[in-house]
């Protein structure tokens, strides 16, 4: 693990960004890494734009990623993944939950959600598209967008899934170790 | 055993590692979930003071009577308890106490980037500054140790990329230390002017002592790389430094108050150019060219916001290319700024006030963010506690007339923290604003922390809760009435009579925040599309659980909890409950 890996999360307040880099943050413990990790929730619970960082490897200085240096977004809404693009560094990885929130200033009028979000990721970059909400539900959890996602990411990433589940035991509230348990395999299976 | 902590983590952890018995904070984002974390260790008494001046007096209390004390608070929070800071320098200590000032470079949730680090040189104490979690930790137990050696408080300052990131720090044993021996001591404790007069010049002397060991102490090293390059700084931008510049030479000043002189001029010798990169002012630099030095500082770098390891890279033109970006959007990306959660207490008072066209003197909160559209209604916002003083400040400036249509806008947390005083103030300088206290009985915007008027404090213990119609009658305000803000009616109603009368009134309007465990309402509403009429009334409301696909609105159930405004607003009857 010489290089160091530079993994992306973006979302909206209220859909788990912190706790899923927790996880990941845990996992790279787990796997003997370096790691630092690095959120700015001020506004988390706020339904505004969140954004955390992950940084893995043999020796990681600056707890913050550069544009164009992510090699993986996970992005847990459409319209966040596309604000973050210029992250992703050439040969990167998008993983997107197909989901859409109206900001404000589309609910109010004074903008328009973009049009064709998936086009755009595609043609920038190999993107992994996730029906994150309805795997969730399916779950027995909606709340478990940011599990199913962390999923998806484990298998690109090309991980053992037994470093996540352990991370996740950790990290998650145990009434919801199994509903959880659950979201992640589901992920981890899915072939997008 | 190693942990991933954040630096806030790591400072809690360091603080019961240390001895701590005693801590106080007022929360503040990026300090906040230092104290949240000290009150997991059933060692040490742990408080939400209600503001920082008075977190800072109880640390006082409790250094003088021998105890270890940590007292936490964000960079502006500092600003409030500057007052007894200036003399507590004077005084020093018994026990330990250190002084935590959580700085936030590029404002991702202040109202200004102020650099703290000029405290500790206004205070003429010593200044720490860690760069990861580990270091936070170690450095916090050596601030302890710092404190008691050179009988003075100690000003540790990180920064929101040191607050709020996550490092492996490992884990240590608690030093049990006991309680410093309590002995009279007035010379020392009690600043009358006398006293005050023999206590400054040991001011100074301990500063000049402090400079002293900082020239050998362990807070600071030298990275030895290329003698091309030299680069002195301090804080996370040492991170930042390492990752754009490996080769450089590095002198990382883990104490940046008082300054070492001799190892930085050692230092500047050793190499050909030397740098002082360090984020927002030039603290280091301002010395270091006082003293004849020459380096090169903020002719390159910016005095405003975040440094980068891009920028640090950028800025010495180290032929270090862009990186490669795989694609940035061609069509516009619509800012997606926080709002009101659905459900919240405070929408349908600001909707109405909105609708009355009223000026609002504002305050800091969650109800901050009442002041962008849909709802617009905020004119003014300073720090805590400036609402009802600064109304108070504009009826005085522009006649009663103008308080006809002027609130104070402040929550039930920032009142107990600055509030009291400015209605005080109202009531005896014949003031006639209406104040709108927005109690949503807690302090929601830092993470709900209780406050006096909770009943509950940090540890999760019921107390005498603080009746806030009771308090504000003490104060004097004889108009006091309280008010549901999910009835739209009499919202208006309440603010219509109140901003028309010529006397100080308060409306506390009463509801727990929504994301309160137990508190939010059950429910959901549906529109029914062919009685809608598209007027866009539901519109004005700011819900983030109306969704717009059209003209008409669609309700998005999983944020849906039926607090009922839009169907208040709605004048065709179009949205009704869900059965």
Redesign the interface.
């Known amino acids: 693990m010489e290089k160091t890996t530079n993994i992306l999360l973006v979302g909206?307040?209220g859909q788990g960004t912190i706790l899923a880099s927790?996880i990941l943050?845990?996992v790279a413990?787990n796997l003997g890494a370096?790691?630092?990790?690095?959120?700015?929730?001020?506004?988390s619970?706020?339904?505004?734009?969140v954004v955390t960082q992950v940084r893995f490897g043999e020796k990681?200085?600056?707890?913050?990623i550069?544009?164009?240096?992510a090699d993986v977004i996970l992005a847990f809404e459409k319209?966040?993944a596309?604000?973050w693009?210029?992250?992703?560094?050439?040969?990167?990885v998008?993983i997107v939950n197909n989901q859409e929130?109206?900001?404000?200033?589309?609910?109010?009028?004074?903008?328009?959600?973009?049009?064709d979000i998936f086009r755009?990721l595609e043609?920038?970059?190999r993107t992994v598209k996730v029906p994150a909400l309805a795997m969730a539900e399916a779950c027995g959890s909606?709340k478990s967008v940011n599990v199913v996602l962390l999923g998806v990411l484990a298998k690109s990433l090309g991980l053992d899934e037994e470093v996540w589940l352990d991370a996740l035991i950790h990290c998650v509230p145990k009434k919801t170790i199994e509903v959880n348990k659950k979201a992640f395999l589901q992920g981890y299976q899915f072939a997008g | 055993m190693?942990k991933?902590l954040t630096g806030n983590e790591a400072i809690a952890r360091g603080a019961f590692e240390a001895g701590v018995t005693v801590a106080a904070a007022y929360p503040g984002?990026?300090s906040t979930e230092i104290l949240e974390n000290i009150a997991g260790y059933p060692e040490i008494y742990a408080e939400w003071s209600p503001n920082e001046k008075v977190a800072l007096e109880v640390g006082i209390g409790a250094s003088i009577a021998g105890a270890r004390v940590l007292v936490a608070m964000k960079h502006v929070g500092v600003n409030v308890a500057a007052d007894p800071l200036l003399t507590l320098a004077y005084t020093g200590v018994n026990g330990g106490l250190v002084l935590v000032s959580a700085d936030d470079p590029g404002m991702?949730?202040s109202q200004n980037e102020q650099d703290n680090r000029y405290y500790a040189k206004f205070a003429q104490i010593p200044l720490l500054e860690p760069s990861?979690s580990q270091e936070a930790k170690e450095m916090l137990i050596e601030a302890y140790r710092l404190s008691e050696q050179f009988d003075t408080p100690v000003l540790f300052r990180t920064t929101?990329?040191v607050a709020?990131?996550?490092?492996?720090v490992e884990l240590g044993e608690r030093e049990e230390v006991p309680l410093k021996e309590y002995v009279k001591n007035a010379q020392k404790y009690v600043m009358l002017p006398a006293h005050g007069r023999m206590r400054h010049p040991i001011v100074e002397e301990r500063r000049e002592k402090l400079a002293l060991y900082n020239e050998t102490s362990a807070f600071n090293r030298i990275e030895r790389g290329s003698s091309k390059i030299g680069i002195i700084t301090s804080g996370?931008a040492y991170?930042?430094v390492?990752?754009a510049v490996p080769e450089a030479s590095v002198l990382k000043l883990g104490m940046t108050y008082p300054l070492p002189k001799k190892l930085i001029s050692s230092f500047v010798d050793s190499v050909e150019t030397c740098y002082v990169v360090e984020e927002l002012e030039p603290f280091l630099e301002e010395q270091l060219k006082a003293w004849g030095l020459k380096v090169i500082g903020k002719e390159l770098f910016p005095r405003v916001g975040e440094l980068?390891?891009?920028l640090v890279a950028a800025k010495l033109s180290l032929g270090q290319s862009?990186?490669?970006?795989?694609?940035?959007?061609?069509?516009?990306?619509?800012?997606?700024?926080?709002?009101?959660?659905p459900g919240c207490p405070h929408r349908g008072v600001y909707y109405v006030i909105n609708k009355l066209r009223l000026k609002v003197a504002g305050d800091i909160g969650?109800y901050t963010?009442g002041a962008?559209?849909?709802l617009s209604s905020m004119d003014t916002c300073i720090c805590m506690g400036a609402s009802i003083s600064g109304a108070l400040g504009m009826e005085k400036a522009r006649g009663k007339e103008f308080a006809r249509g002027l609130v104070a806008v402040i929550g039930d947390s920032t009142f107990m923290h600055s509030g009291m005083t400015g209605l005080v103030d109202v009531v005896y300088n014949g003031g006639t604003t209406t104040t709108l206290i927005l109690d949503n009985s807690t302090t929601a915007?830092t993470?709900h922390q209780d406050h006096p008027a909770t009943g509950m404090t940090l540890g999760k213990k019921q107390f005498k809760q603080i009746d806030l119609e009771q308090l504000v009658r003490a104060l004097g305000v004889e108009r006091v009435q309280v008010v549901d803000p999910y009835d739209l009616k009499a919202v208006e109603e309440a603010l219509k009579t109140e901003v028309a009368i010529e006397e100080p009134s308060v409306i506390i309007f009463k509801r727990p925040c929504v994301?309160l465990k137990g508190h939010a309402p059950e429910g959901c509403v549906t529109v029914e599309q062919e009685k809608c009429k598209a007027c866009?009334m539901c519109?004005k409301l700011?819900?983030?659980a109306?969704?717009?696909k059209g003209d008409k609105p669609a309700v998005n159930a999983?944020l849906c909890n039926g607090c009922g405004l839009c169907i208040q607003v709605c004048r065709f009857g179009a949205i009704r409950e869900v059965e």
Request: charged residues 15%; glycine residues 10%.
């Open positions: 909206v307040g927790k943050g845990h413990q370096e790691v630092k990790v690095s959120e700015i929730h001020g506004m619970q706020r339904g505004g734009s990681v200085y600056s707890p913050v550069a544009p164009g240096t319209l966040e596309l604000r693009l210029p992250f992703l560094k050439e040969g990167g998008m929130i109206d900001p404000m200033p589309v609910i109010m009028g004074a903008a328009e959600y973009p049009q755009t043609s920038a970059a909606v | 190693k991933l984002t990026p991702h949730s990861d929101t990329r709020h990131s996550q490092s492996l996370i991170q930042y390492k990752e980068s390891s891009e862009q990186h490669e970006v795989a694609a940035s959007s061609a069509a516009p990306i619509p800012v997606r700024p926080p709002v009101l959660c969650c963010l962008t559209p849909p915007m993470g994301l866009g519109r700011g819900c983030p109306l969704v717009f999983t």
